[in-house]
C-alpha cells in the first residue's frame, strides 16, 4: 500500500475508496447506460441510488459549468468527496439542526478542494420529519504564472470556484411506532 503522503493527491479522510469504484467515479459517469455503475456505487457507499444519481449529475453540471476548476479530471474526486460528506450527513438527520455540517476535503499540490453539507431547515409534522441541506463544492486552484522564465503555480492569488445546491431528505411514521428510512425528497431528485 502506498504511503498517502507521497501520493500528489492527498485525501483529508481517514479511508479510501477500493481502486475500481474510484476508477467508476473518475470515469464520470455520465451516459444514461450508468444506472447499473450508481448502483454500484450506491451500494459500495451504504447510500439510496436516488442519493448517488442526483449528487453525480450535480457534481457533473458543475464541471459542465464555464466557471468549472481549471482541473477537470478532479470531477471523480468531487463525486467521491461528496458522497462521503452526504452519506455522513445522513448518518446524523435525526440530531441536525441548522447550522450542523459535514465536510470532506482533498488536497493536490497545487489546489484544495473541499465539499460542505450543511442542515438549513429541520421540519417535524404528524404526517413526516424532512432535513433540508445545502451541498457546497468548492475549489481554490493555484493559477499557472510564469514567473522569472519559469512556469510555477500562484497559489497566493488562487482561483476560487464555487457550485451548491439543495437536497432534501425525509422520513414518514411507520405503523410499528417508529420512522422509515430516510429517503431524498422528490424535489432533490
Not at 77 to 82: R, S
Not at 122 to 148: F, M, Q, W, Y
Not at 152 to 176: K, L
Request: with cysteine.
Amino acid at each position: 500500500m502506498t504511503n498517502l503522503q507521497d501520493t500528489p493527491m492527498t485525501l483529508c479522510l481517514k479511508f479510501s475508496l477500493p481502486p475500481a469504484l474510484g476508477l467508476v467515479l473518475a470515469v464520470g459517469l455520465s451516459s444514461p447506460s450508468w444506472a447499473s455503475d450508481a448502483s454500484d456505487v450506491a451500494r459500495e457507499m451504504k447510500l439510496p441510488v436516488p442519493v448517488v444519481e442526483s449528487t453525480l449529475l450535480a457534481v457533473d453540471g458543475f464541471f459542465a459549468a464555464p466557471a468549472a476548476p481549471a482541473n477537470r479530471m478532479v470531477s471523480g474526486t468531487f463525486k467521491e468527496l461528496a458522497l462521503k460528506a452526504i452519506r455522513h450527513r445522513m448518518g446524523n438527520l435525526e440530531d441536525s439542526v441548522p447550522g450542523k455540517s459535514s465536510d470532506a476535503a482533498a488536497e493536490d499540490r497545487n489546489a484544495n478542494y473541499k465539499v460542505n453539507v450543511r442542515t438549513t431547515r429541520h421540519e417535524t409534522t404528524e404526517s413526516r420529519e424532512c432535513v433540508d441541506n445545502k451541498v457546497t463544492l468548492t475549489a481554490s486552484e493555484g493559477v499557472p504564472v510564469i514567473k522569472d522564465g519559469a512556469f510555477i503555480f500562484d497559489t497566493a492569488h488562487p482561483r476560487v470556484t464555487t457550485h451548491g445546491w439543495d437536497i432534501t431528505f425525509c422520513r414518514t411514521p411507520a405503523a410499528s411506532g417508529g420512522f422509515s428510512d430516510w429517503v431524498l425528497a422528490p424535489a432533490s431528485r
